[in-house]
């Protein structure tokens, strides 16, 4: 069997997918040619990207005032592409900073709006997010940006920690690269939620937005057609050639996840598997150790390190001997992380901690 891959994107893909995937490769359906060999505009496509739109719209519960895009460029392009489309030159966005990602997104934006950022977890080393009460936000802003999980700070936000507060009437638009699907998601409860798709929707190379409808009727900057989301929506995300190939994977996951049970049983497997991975750093008597705030724990990338820092690469090693494959933390962070997306088993996390306490002992 395949080795357990705690990558943290490009990321484990479901083994029913790479193996559907893998004969479908030379031939889709009768095609007399691959899926990605194609027109994007065949009749054999256009079933495909409609039956995946259709298929993430189930598994999200996605209301039908809210298209649905499938993107290229990564959620790092879509950073720069809400502030274009959403805010009028320079206008006041506020964001909500809790790790690097957070950071990445002011960044994008700064070129065309007044990026305010409302709180951010910095000072603390990323490792809480600020109380919703101490948000500064702007009453004119154009939205309040937030990462709704960071994959390198291993933060996220959690019923624990509270509620989003009210915004009014404006719009929340929400990073959910790396914790998409891995629980029910309230769609109306944002006016955009944007993910990469390379942790748990599929394969790097698509990227998801789904946007209120109303919102892509605001003027935004001046930008190229091919910058314009709304455009986008108009022509079904085929404005150009879109990575179909990509497209086609994505879909094979999103079927995959509804036969396992949908982001109810993806909500359960990945409270499980948190529960486990916490449960062995914390009970370790200080051998590893997290340092979030528990109510903002992330379920998906689990950041952790060594009481001695100089046995994080005979660990690493050792892992990747035992099958226990990408384990090496952020270069911003250093030290392990886990990644355990819908893709990891319950079984992948097992093995991990078991082969943790089997480190631990056998340092003595
Ligand atoms: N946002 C989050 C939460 C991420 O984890 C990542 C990448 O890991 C990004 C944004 C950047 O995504 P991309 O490389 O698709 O631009």
Redesign the pocket.
């Known amino acids: 069997s395949r080795a357990y891959n705690f990558a943290?994107?490009p990321a484990a893909l479901p083994e029913p997918v790479l193996r559907q995937a893998q004969a479908e490769l030379l031939e889709w359906n009768g095609a007399r040619a691959s899926i990605a060999e194609i027109s994007h505009r065949s009749p054999e496509f256009m079933q495909v990207a409609a039956e995946a739109e259709a298929d993430l719209r189930t598994l999200l519960s996605v209301p039908d005032d809210y298209a649905v895009l499938f993107l290229p460029?990564?959620?790092?392009?879509q950073?720069a592409l809400i502030a274009l489309n959403f805010a009028a030159c320079g206008q006041t966005a506020d964001y909500v900073v809790s790790g690097h990602?957070g950071k990445?997104?002011v960044k994008q934006a700064q070129a065309y709006v007044a990026a305010n950022v409302a709180a951010s977890g910095e000072a603390n080393g990323f490792r809480d997010i600020p109380a919703a009460a101490q948000w500064r936000l702007s009453p004119d802003a154009a939205y309040v940006h937030l990462?709704a999980?960071?994959?390198?700070h291993g933060v996220e936000f959690r019923p624990e920690w509270g509620e989003i507060p009210d915004t009014g009437t404006v719009p929340v638009f929400a990073?959910f690269?790396?914790s998409i699907a891995s629980e029910p998601l309230d769609v109306s409860r944002y006016g955009l939620v944007y993910a990469?798709a390379?942790?748990n929707l599929g394969p790097?190379g698509v990227?998801v937005v789904i946007v209120r409808r109303d919102l892509l009727e605001r003027a935004g900057q001046p930008r190229a057609e091919i910058f314009n989301y709304a455009a986008h929506a108009k022509a079904g995300s085929m404005l150009n050639t879109p990575p179909s190939y990509n497209w086609y994977l994505a879909g094979l996951v999103f079927k995959w996840m509804l036969a396992e049970g949908g982001v109810e049983e993806f909500a359960r497997r990945s409270a499980e598997k948190a529960r486990l991975l916490y449960a062995a750093i914390d009970g370790s008597d200080g051998f590893y150790r997290n340092e979030v705030a528990a109510s903002v724990r992330s379920r998906m990338n689990v950041p952790f390190f060594l009481h001695d820092e100089a046995l994080t690469s005979a660990f690493l090693a050792q892992a990747d001997e035992a099958g226990l494959l990408a384990l090496k933390g952020h270069r911003v962070l250093g030290g392990i992380r886990a990644s355990i997306y819908n893709a990891m088993p319950v079984d992948g996390v097992r093995a991990l901690v078991d082969f943790m306490q089997d480190f631990r002992t056998r340092q003595g």
Do not use: F, M
């Not at 460029?73 to 392009?77: E, H, K, N, P």
């Not at 999980?149 to 390198?152: D, G, K, L, S, V």
């Open positions: 943290a994107g460029g990564g959620a790092t392009t950073q990602w990445v997104a990462t999980n960071e994959t390198i990073d690269s790396s990469g390379q942790k790097v990227t």
